[in-house]
């Protein structure tokens, strides 16, 4: 365990956030900034024009007639995560990821900490992104924006989604009609059929940033990573970001899951629900969940989900404690957005999204509601590259929900294609926070995202080999969708900016079921070696299984090459990167010697 303390507070320094954290900034506070802006600019008057240019327009209109506001200040030095591509697996990356930014953190911030703490000034200081959240005034700003290591200060708005209502809450055993069946939109996707194969979700865990989710519906309990069956345990599979509602249902810094609204457990549900009876509505059901509240009923600001972003790269214990990275979910549902209208700017979240792909997370957002016309994905995090982005169809049909948001994203400047996949989204029954065994109907491409984050977890289930490749997962995905071709927004692709690569299918990502492939008579030795070849996402995979091997790590041979030193547990999965006819001789040897098994030949057809 990484043992970096996960949080400075101040003034009290102490890890619990305090629900009261932004409502007190003292006069004198603004006295000091004043007095002290040439001190803080480190050497002179600063540069007016300069200064105000890194200031967003959010801050300055909020900052007006001497009001104070929360504004974020984020530092010119951020961390290179760029080696964390190179790390093989998912315990490297992660812990790579969470202390490069932590010490980055560290060594930079000190001096704005302290003349913060010095003033009395409230702020809050983050990692995944090298920033610090700060309640001051117009001065308090323009002090900090004129610091040469300061990039730039940009707002902290309350953004309202624009969530989908609920349909009427429906009590799951007594509603007449209930389904006894699998829900149609996972049907749609073909999870069942991997099921079949014997993959659920099983060894994934995927996290909820939402509402909150009602952990003890029957739906989800089951599936919480939080309870062993006897005893819930909520240290590092919760977080509330909530400090400082009023009058919300869960209340403030709730010490367990709990959802103020019923979007969360909805979106939780699809990706993992199921009460082991008549309610099958999850794409995973062998998948685990965590969760971290980022919305007040809908209400999201960029700290709430900066924080919970961060939370899930390194979770801690309810009410503070020491980040964990090996903890992190595989997988993350975003059906939230920041508008920028509303006056979040462009590049807030950006590097928090980044730091959870480099760090494995495979972070799927949805692309947003305001369609039909183009170039209306437009909210962070949708059009972001490292966001795998959802788009809505009407369930059970081929064709792109009217309210689906659709590139090309124009609001960057990237006329980036967008979404990325498309999966069901109209009238999907889920888990409610109504009761225990209620559900609900509701649509949106927040539906969709849920179905995406499912059918990740199946993919990772059935090819662990994939598990935390972001790119290499994406594009299994992508590749095995359905497209469905549009001209409507642009070129018709594949991809295209109505239905990005095509409407999901969980089955052909995942491939036929693995056969084993006929190996040679082993040849006399103390190893012995046998594969099974399938095809995944159109991807040449090879399924490696030995005994009698006796170190701690062996050498996996293809063509005579050394392609991985892994650890002597019996198995390994060789994901190729080939996709045509190909022909591989694979042999293991205890790590280092000439000790060997048997040679096995592999072979794949074209098609």
């Known amino acids: 365990m990484t043992t970096h303390p996960n949080r400075t507070f101040t003034p009290s320094r102490l890890r619990r956030i305090l629900s009261s954290l932004f409502f007190a900034a003292a006069a004198v506070a603004v006295l000091g900034a004043i007095a002290s802006s040439r001190a803080i600019s480190q050497g002179g008057p600063p540069n007016q024009d300069a200064t105000a240019k890194k200031i967003a327009p959010w801050v300055t209109d ?95 708005p309350h953004i309202q989604n624009s969530l989908p209502p609920p349909g009427p809450a429906l009590e799951g055993p007594l509603q007449p009609g209930a389904p006894a069946t699998i829900e149609p939109g996972i049907v749609y996707t073909h999870a069942p059929d991997v099921w079949a194969l014997g993959f659920t979700g099983q060894n994934t865990v995927v996290a909820s940033a939402d509402t909150g989710v009602r952990w003890t519906h029957n739906a989800l ?46 979106t939780t549900g699809t990706a993992i629900g199921d009460d082991g009876g008549t309610n099958q509505i999850g794409m995973a059901p062998g998948a685990k969940w965590i969760a971290c509240r980022n919305m007040d009923q809908g209400t999201g600001t960029p700290a709430r989900y900066i924080e919970c972003m961060e939370f899930f790269l390194a979770p801690y214990p309810v009410g503070g404690g020491q980040g964990d990275p090996t903890k992190a979910p595989d997988i993350t549902i975003n059906s939230w957005g920041c508008p920028t209208s509303e006056g979040c700017s462009v590049n807030t979240l950006q590097a928090a999204v980044e730091a959870q792909a480099a760090a494995g997370i495979m972070m799927v957002v949805a692309a947003g509601n305001s369609g039909s016309s183009c170039s209306t994905v437009t909210d962070p995090p949708s059009f972001y590259a490292a966001s795998y982005t959802a788009g809505a169809l009407n369930t059970g049909t081929d ?60 993919l990772w289930s059935a090819n662990p080999a994939l598990q935390n490749q972001i790119d290499a997962s994406r594009t299994a995905l992508d590749n095995a969708a359905h497209f469905i071709s549009s001209t409507q927004c642009g070129t018709a692709g594949p991809p295209n900016n109505v239905y990005g690569w095509g409407r999901v299918d969980i089955l052909a990502a995942v491939g036929p079921t693995p056969t084993p492939t006929p190996t040679p008579t082993p040849t006399p030795g103390p190893i012995t070696l046998s594969a099974a070849k399938r095809k995944v996402g159109g991807i040449n995979t090879v399924r490696l299984t030995w005994t009698g091997a006796t170190s701690t790590n062996v050498d996996v041979y293809r063509d005579g090459v050394v392609i991985v030193t892994t650890a002597n547990d019996g198995s390994y999965t060789d994901s190729t990167g080939d996709t045509g006819r190909a022909r591989y001789t694979y042999k293991v040897c205890e790590a280092g010697t000439s000790t060997c098994s048997n040679d096995v030949t592999v072979a794949f057809q074209q098609h």
Not at 107 to 125: D, K, N
Not at 244 to 265: A, E, I, L, R
């Open 62 to 156: 909020h900052t007006a007639n001497g009001q104070q506001a929360e504004f974020i200040v984020v530092l010119a030095d951020q961390a290179d995560l760029s080696q964390a591509a190179t790390l093989p697996t998912k315990t490297e990356k992660e812990r790579f990821v969470y202390d490069t930014l932590w010490n980055k953190s560290q060594t930079t911030q000190g001096p704005i900490l302290q003349w913060l703490r010095e003033r009395g000034i409230e702020h809050r200081s983050f990692y995944i992104i090298n920033a610090i959240l700060v309640k001051g005034s117009r001065e308090i700003a323009e002090t900090l924006a004129a610091r040469p290591d300061v990039a730039r200060v940009e707002g902290n």
């Open 399 to 458: 064709t792109i929900a009217f309210f689906s948001s659709r590139g090309p994203v124009t609001i960057d400047g990237s006329n980036r294609i967008k979404p990325d996949i498309t999966a069901p989204g109209t009238n999907t029954r889920s888990a409610s926070n109504a009761s225990d065994s209620a559900y609900t109907i509701a649509s949106g491409t927040s539906m969709a995202t849920p179905h995406i984050a499912g059918a990740t977890a199946l």
């Open 221 to 266: 309990k089951p599936h919480y990573r939080g309870w062993n069956g006897t005893v819930a345990d909520h240290d590092y599979n919760w977080h509330d970001s909530i400090h400082d509602s009023v009058s919300n249902p869960c209340g403030n810094n709730s010490p367990f899951p709990c959802d103020d609204f019923f979007h969360g457990s909805h």
